[in-house]
């Protein structure tokens, strides 16, 4: 069987979300980091994986897949056993809702709020940052009354919002009027198979 492979980039909120998920599910795969600063995602062959000229891609044998909420769909259904993404329409929707929220509050807040101070990127930080606490006010109140987002276990709902939410300290932004906030991020990595950004 073809294993699977992952195109990745080692500070990358996104792939890191793929990278995780493929570990808490207990699948091997290879990895082939792509070098965003030597302009490695802008060569003609990468673009045949991913016209977006985007980290991270999934190929799983002649199957490919871009886009991290894509790639996280794709292997809880895949792989996931029902457990990662529930096939009721109404659970499925609420996980979607959080994914909706990474893709939005969390990416142009807190993680655009990193790349500014880490990454030298051009944003607004005060912006971001301003974007980072709207996101972490509705994590806030979500949390305050459950230990998971969208169920009551670990969906990829959670798995797509930690990763900028962990790495919150790096846009300056402090968690410390979210209680509930870093109890969740204890519990994502107390989950069998947790591994770090850095792995």
């Not at 799983?60 to 897949?65: A, N, R």
């Not at 709207?134 to 276990?153: I, N, Y």
């Not at 846009?171 to 994502?188: C, F, K, N, T």
Request: hydrophobic share 45%; glycine share 6%; with cysteine.
């Amino acid at each position: 069987m073809t294993p699977l492979k992952l195109y990745s980039y080692p500070v990358s909120g996104n792939a890191y979300k793929v990278r995780l998920l493929l570990a808490l599910l207990g699948l091997d795969y290879a990895l082939v980091n792509i070098d965003l600063k030597a302009g490695e995602n802008l060569t003609p062959e990468f673009k045949q994986l991913n016209p977006r000229a985007q980290i991270p891609v999934l190929a799983d044998g002649d199957t490919v897949i871009w886009d991290s909420m894509a790639i996280l769909v794709y292997l809880a259904r895949r792989y996931g056993n029902g457990e990662w993404l529930p096939t009721d329409a109404v659970a499925e929707a609420q996980v979607m809702q959080w994914l909706a929220l990474s893709e939005n509050e969390l990416l142009y807040g807190l993680a655009r709020a990193r790349a500014v101070l880490v990454l030298k990127r051009p944003f607004n930080l005060e912006q971001c940052q301003a974007e980072s606490k709207a996101g972490l006010a509705v994590l806030e109140q979500q949390l305050a009354g459950s230990d998971w987002l969208a169920s009551d276990r670990p969906t990829i709902a959670d798995i797509a919002c930690y990763p900028y939410v962990m790495l919150a300290p790096a846009g300056e932004i402090s968690l410390e009027d979210y209680p509930h906030v870093p109890q969740w991020l204890a519990r994502v990595e107390a989950l069998p198979g947790w591994v770090p950004m850095t792995a």
